[in-house]
T-cell receptor
Framework: DTGVSQNPRHKITKRGQNVTFRCDPISEHNRLYWYRQTLGQGPEFLTYFQNEAQLEKSRLLSDRFSAERPKGSFSTLEIQRTEQGDSAMYLC?????????????FGSGTRLTVV | AQSVTQPDIHITVSEGASLELRCNYSYGATPYLFWYVQSPGQGLQLLLKYFSGDTLVQGIKGFEAEFKRSQSSFNLRKPSVHWSDAAEYFCAVGAGDTGRRALTFGSGTRLQVQP
């Protein structure tokens, strides 16, 4: 068990480009979450998967954002036509079993800078 | 919708002194409450959580928190702070009673520990 892994750690992109981030949860965890954290703020919920099903989506997840978890294992978060306001740390977390509500294991995040 | 307020943006304490970090929440039903800690460049780590029962909750690293429904508060305490406790602390609330898994985080309190 190597924890939740996120790649890349850092991404710098030009405005208007598409970017994709990957999250590998702890292997036995069936629940996976994406959060976004801007400087000086707490994380904001984006979306949640149970296995491959996307069960919750925040209003923050605009049409330019899409998340997938095709086989119920790793997940990807894609941002199309990036804007400067998308600059943030994107955090992935995972959990498993009953009674684990809120007891998530977070990855170290992907820091996105849009220039 | 739920919300969390952490009134103190930045707190400085001396090593060995006691600590209390404030958290106020807003939620119409029974809240699920959490404290997370984030060290620089790291993901978030769960310190403790409250769902129901005893209103004084013990967590890891010697932290505890007390749920006070009448004050809508869930303050984090530690009797004696260590230099390694310097980090950012986030309070969060979840609507676990609804089955929704999104957590709402406060904006955080940065703790500095003086030698």
């Amino acid at each position: 068990d190597t924890g939740v892994s996120q790649n890349p750690r850092h991404k710098i992109t030009k405005r208007g480009q598409n970017v994709t981030f990957r999250c590998d949860p702890i292997s036995e965890h069936n629940r996976l979450y994406w959060y976004r954290q801007t400087l000086g703020q707490g994380p904001e919920f984006l979306t949640y998967f149970q296995n491959e099903a996307q069960l919750e989506k925040s209003r923050l997840l605009s049409d330019r954002f899409s998340a997938e978890r095709p086989k119920g294992s790793f997940s990807t978060l894609e941002i199309q036509r990036t804007e400067q306001g998308d600059s943030a740390m994107y955090l992935c977390a995972s959990s498993a079993g009953t009674g684990e509500y809120g007891g998530y294991t977070f990855g170290s995040g992907t820091r996105l800078t849009v220039v | 919708a739920q919300s969390v307020t952490q009134p103190d943006i930045h707190i400085t304490v001396s090593e060995g002194a006691s600590l209390e970090l404030r958290c106020n929440y807003s939620y119409g039903a029974t809240p699920y409450l959490f404290w997370y800690v984030q060290s620089p460049g790291q993901g978030l780590q769960l310190l403790l959580k409250y769902f129901s029962g005893d209103t004084l909750v013990q967590g890891i690293k010697g932290f505890e928190a007390e749920f006070k429904r009448s004050q809508s508060s869930f303050n984090l305490r530690k009797p004696s702070v260590h230099w390694s406790d310097a980090a950012e602390y986030f309070c969060a609330v979840g609507a676990g009673d609804t089955g929704r898994r999104a957590l709402t985080f406060g904006s955080g309190t940065r703790l500095q520990v003086q030698p």
